[in-house]
């Protein structure tokens, strides 16, 4: 059996996926399989990792019909047989070290989860993301309630290497997990989320089953940043996957029993959500709907829960500076003057 399962889960990256395979059939550690889930894929994607599988045995191959990157993420678990497993994501690939980095790191800590750093990667250019200030090894149950509220609320890092990041902490491509940890208790990827902060909630149960954590500062993925349009495009079913990602928090809260302290990085959530669906709901350049109708129903929402709390209660201390300014202003109650403020960033970033 190999020592590490590797799940990449495959959908439209023809453009990408040889690059994210070569990372991985080269990797310096080789005691692993690679478990390509392609979630019917619509593309050419499968001309190139056939051709990886028929040079490469560790290659395992499933088809399925496409059902979102948590199902196939699940699929993957499912299928994998290494005593410990990592997610890439086929549009990203690792650093040729990274399997050996992670799993030397558990052979020295026998931590439940051993998690290291990543590089954003923007038009080739690499910038390396530290997830904590230092190297840890921790069984610390106060720090682990702490690495849970930080994947909630990104304000919340108990270590943080820089002030308020969030990337690294929730998400599943720079992890080494103990796959009898996760099939014992079945975890796996919530598909009700669809797709959005499936990962974060993967993390949140996971290190609510652990005893200890090791963190190492070094770079084992890379993470693709497609340059995106300043148009936002509309999307219809933003406030519909809001509700639902808080619904799933809640519960989780509701399981650990304290939502004395998960309520406060819960509104930090919200308000960043909030900030979010400014862009791809309510003020989108492709939305249809009048400006009326849409500051009707965004007034609507600011006095409905969970925002109406979050916007109150959340300690703004710890928010990203726009996202400080937009809870600001959203108490003022007025949707005009939330879209004066997104209409001025628009054109600043127009000309920047």
């Known amino acids: 059996m190999p020592k590490i399962s590797i799940v990449v889960p495959v959908y439209n990256v023809q453009k990408y996926i040889g690059q994210c395979l070569e990372s991985l059939v080269n990797q310096t550690f080789k005691d692993?399989?690679?478990?390509?889930?392609?979630?019917?894929?619509?593309?050419?994607?499968?001309?190139?990792?056939e051709e990886y599988a028929n040079k490469d045995s560790r290659i395992k191959i499933i088809k399925k019909v496409n059902a979102g990157v948590s199902e196939a993420r699940n699929t993957g678990i499912e299928n994998a047989a290494g005593d410990f497993i990592i997610f890439v994501d086929s549009d990203d690939w690792m650093e040729l070290n990274g399997c050996e980095v992670l799993y030397n790191e558990y052979l020295k800590s026998?931590?439940?989860?051993?998690?290291?750093?990543?590089?954003?990667v923007t038009n080739g250019k690499k910038h390396?993301?530290?997830?904590?200030?230092?190297?840890?090894?921790?069984?610390?149950?106060?720090?682990?309630k702490q690495y849970e509220m930080a994947c909630i609320g990104y304000g919340y890092n108990p270590r943080p290497a820089v002030k308020w990041n969030i990337s690294g902490l929730g998400s599943p491509w720079n992890k080494l997990y103990n796959r009898k940890i996760i099939m014992e208790?079945?975890?796996r990827f919530d598909p009700y989320v669809k797709g959005i902060y499936d990962?974060?909630?993967?993390?949140?149960?996971?290190?609510?089953?652990?005893?200890?954590?090791?963190?190492?500062?070094?770079?084992?993925?890379?993470?693709?940043?497609?340059?995106?349009?300043?148009?936002?495009s509309y999307k219809?079913?933003?406030?519909?996957?809001?509700?639902?990602?808080?619904?799933k928090i809640k519960e989780f809260i509701d399981e650990e029993g304290d939502w004395e302290s998960f309520?406060?990085?819960?509104?930090?959530?919200?308000?960043?959500?909030?900030?979010?669906?400014?862009?791809?709901y309510y003020f989108s350049s492709n939305s249809n709907k009048s400006l009326g109708d849409t500051f009707a129903e965004l007034k609507k929402m600011m006095n409905q829960e969970p925002y109406k709390s979050a916007i109150a209660a959340?300690?703004?201390?710890?928010?990203?500076?726009?996202?400080?300014?937009?809870?600001?202003?959203?108490?003022t109650n007025s949707p005009f003057l939330m879209w004066l403020m997104f209409k001025s960033r628009r054109i600043v970033k127009k000309f920047m």
């Open 32 to 49: 692993i399989e690679i478990i390509i889930v392609d979630d019917g894929s619509p593309d050419e994607s499968y001309k190139i990792y």
């Open 110 to 120: 026998k931590a439940d989860l051993v998690l290291s750093d990543a590089y954003t």
């Open 128 to 144: 390396q993301n530290r997830v904590f200030n230092e190297a840890f090894v921790t069984e610390d149950k106060d720090f682990i």
């Open 185 to 187: 208790n079945g975890l």
């Open 199 to 232: 990962d974060n909630l993967f993390a949140l149960h996971y290190l609510a089953k652990i005893k200890k954590i090791s963190y190492v500062p070094v770079p084992v993925y890379d993470y693709r940043i497609v340059s995106q349009s300043l148009t936002q």
């Open 236 to 247: 219809a079913n933003t406030l519909e996957i809001s509700s639902r990602i808080f619904e």
């Open 263 to 280: 309520s406060k990085p819960f509104h930090n959530y919200v308000i960043r959500r909030f900030s979010a669906e400014l862009g791809v």
């Open 314 to 331: 959340v300690d703004t201390s710890r928010l990203l500076k726009a996202h400080s300014v937009t809870c600001k202003i959203a108490r």
